[in-house]
């Protein structure tokens, strides 16, 4: 969505969602709950509560608490009621993120930095043990099609940001918000993909 979170933060569009810069906001969504929280709700129009802890794996309760935190800082909203309107929607105001700090950030707002990457991280490889978890009982083309792979690349900085801008191109066709007609047998993929110095 096109909506720039309300309250304390900011969050700017840049083409690949949003760019988040701002401690608080980073702060909020450092939680491995709320990034599901957020996950999902991009994926869906809107969802109450319940059906988010679903997802998460926690309580109704314990997944309101969450949303509301997020609310807070206007990374997500009330929804249009649904049905008979007995328990609150929510909907997300952004459709993918991007965390990055400027270099002359404060120590506090890059210790948000940190702790928010290191959530997410985390995130990340609990989805992917889950992935291998139940390998066995995907079809054989879906097997056969997933993939792990690491490359060791000799690049200069700026051939490595133009090597991340390509990337994004190749992935944007795809992307659930913009492939509005899939083709019959597609389903929800997820690829990481992490470009950092190592020598």
């Known amino acids: 969505m096109a ?13 690949h ?6 401690a608080v906001l980073m702060r909020a969504l450092a939680h491995p709950a709320r990034i599901s929280i957020v996950e999902h709700l991009g994926q869906v129009e809107s969802a109450t509560a319940t059906e ?28 249009p009621g649904r049905g008979d309107g007995r328990e609150r929607a929510w909907r997300t105001v952004m459709h993918g ?13 890059k210790q948000a930095e940190r702790a ?14 889950q992935a291998l978890a139940r390998a066995d009982q995907e079809p054989r ?17 700026e051939e490595l940001a133009r090597f991340g801008e390509d990337l994004q191109q190749l992935v944007n066709p ?3 918000r913009n492939r509005t007609d899939p083709p ?16």
């Open 17 to 22: 969602g949003r760019l988040i810069k701002d």
């Open 174 to 176: 795809y992307r659930r």
């Open 116 to 129: 928010l990457i290191e959530t997410f991280l985390t995130w990340e490889e609990t989805r992917v043990r």
């Open 52 to 79: 988010c802890a679903e997802v998460v794996g926690l309580s109704p309760s314990a997944t309101s608490y969450h949303l509301r935190a997020l609310a807070k800082v206007g990374l997500v909203e009330d929804a």
């Open 3 to 15: 909506s720039t979170p309300a309250g304390p933060g900011t969050a700017e569009d840049t083409g």
């Open 97 to 109: 993120y991007t965390v990055r700090t400027d270099a002359d950030a404060d120590p506090e707002t």
């Open 184 to 199: 019959e047998g597609a389903r929800t993929v997820t690829v990481q993909f992490r470009g950092f110095p190592t020598g």
């Open 141 to 157: 083309e879906w097997s056969e099609a997933s993939f792990f792979s690491e490359a060791s690349l000799i690049m200069t900085a």
